[in-house]
């Protein structure tokens, strides 16, 4: 059996559960807290408003202050449309890599505490490892602000957080901030070949789409040269557009969702006001066809950057555990920024590469997950000192 064989069982563990945002979280929160209560550990939950998912946060150690929060999001991206080769709930272990949807992002850091749960029960811990999984991350890191607050206000003061996103085990103290917005269209229908009786939702979607476009060729003109970031900008991207009815109709309906990775110098309110002004221009028009055309855009979410820190004891103690003095700043957004919000000195240390996160074929090498198990390893005993 390889020495990594327990670490490689709680990956399949947890892939097994599909997470995926649309679904619900449950049947991994069940089993996790099925392996706490075996092993004498209550944990809480914190659902969300139905009760369909919920974050999980719980303590390993003394209850006292000074402890390190261990963070990992439980819910993972659609496989849908995507050319797997294998079958994405059921790890796989090739090439010495493992396969299978959440391997990078990011299950694995996650198993790789829970397998060492025992070493922690024996290391006779001076201060705590405090877990928190959460859910609805992937969809604008929803879930995890109800669990931060009571971790902020229950649990005797953290000293650092550990947010396990895909870094390849390299320490991460900046992320970009992201925005989630959705933009609502009613034109006018009328017959295509007489669109001066009518105002297309679709086309007034298509002068929008072009001016987040040229917003983004703008700042990408204007990119900072100490962004560490890339790219280095504030970028913008339309992911999901829907309307229509008939190639010969002007549709009456369009909607098309965007999200906005600022840097942390950037303020995503200045981005909505330019995208705002072009929507009373086109508004405008269409209500001078059709009074009854409208466009809103409500935000989804609203994420924090991670601002770099000259002091960051978590950034630190990320340095002591890995052997590496080097930081560096990654353009997806993660929860780390929250907790960071919350007054938290947080930092991104996990296995698995970003690059492989959302793919077909997400894969983790088995080297990242031994390095991440040495680097769990070394904080046990960091805290047991």
Known sequence: MSDLQTQ??????????????????????????????????????????????????????????????????TDVVPVDGQPWDT??????????????????????????????????????????IHFALSYDEEVGLLGAPAMIREIRDLLPTPAAVIVGEPSDMQVVDGHKGIAVFRTEITGHE???????RGASAIMAAGRLIA?????????????????????PYTTISVGVIEGGTA???????????????????????????????????????????????????HMLADGPPLMPQGENAA??????????NVRSSVS???????????GFPTVICGPGSIDQAHQPNEFIKLSQVAEGTRFMRKLIRYLSS
Request: aromatic share 6%; net charge negative; with cysteine.
């Open 190 to 196: 009328a017959h295509s070949s007489q669109p001066h």
């Open 247 to 297: 190639a010969n109709i002007l549709a009456r309906r369009c909607t098309f969702t965007w999200d906005v990775r600022c840097i942390p110098r950037d303020d995503v309110g200045a981005v909505r006001a330019e995208f705002d002004a072009e929507t009373r221009t086109v508004l405008a028009e269409m209500q001078a066809i059709a009074p009854d055309c409208m466009i809103t855009t």
């Open 87 to 128: 079958d994405p709930w059921d790890v796989v272990e090739k090439d010495d890599k493992l396969y299978g949807r959440g391997t990078a992002d990011m299950k694995s850091f996650s198993a790789i505490g829970l397998s060492l749960l025992p070493e922690m029960l024996a290391a006779n811990l001076k201060r705590p």
């Open 315 to 324: 950034a630190e103690l990320a340095h002591k555990l890995t052997g590496s």
């Open 8 to 73: 490689i069982d709680w990956i399949a563990r947890l892939v097994r559960h599909d997470t995926t945002s649309r679904n619900s979280n449950l049947n991994l929160i069940e089993d996790v807290e099925s392996y706490l209560t075996e092993n004498g550990i209550s944990a809480t939950r914190v659902p969300n408003e139905d009760g369909s998912k919920a974050n999980l946060y719980f303590s390993v150690g003394p209850k006292v202050a000074g402890g390190v929060v261990l963070s990992g999001h």
């Open 211 to 231: 001016k987040l476009t040229a917003m983004v060729e703008q700042r990408k003109s204007a990119a900072p040269g100490d962004s560490p970031f890339m790219p």
């Open 332 to 342: 997806y957004a993660a929860e780390a920024g929250q907790f960071q919000e919350a």
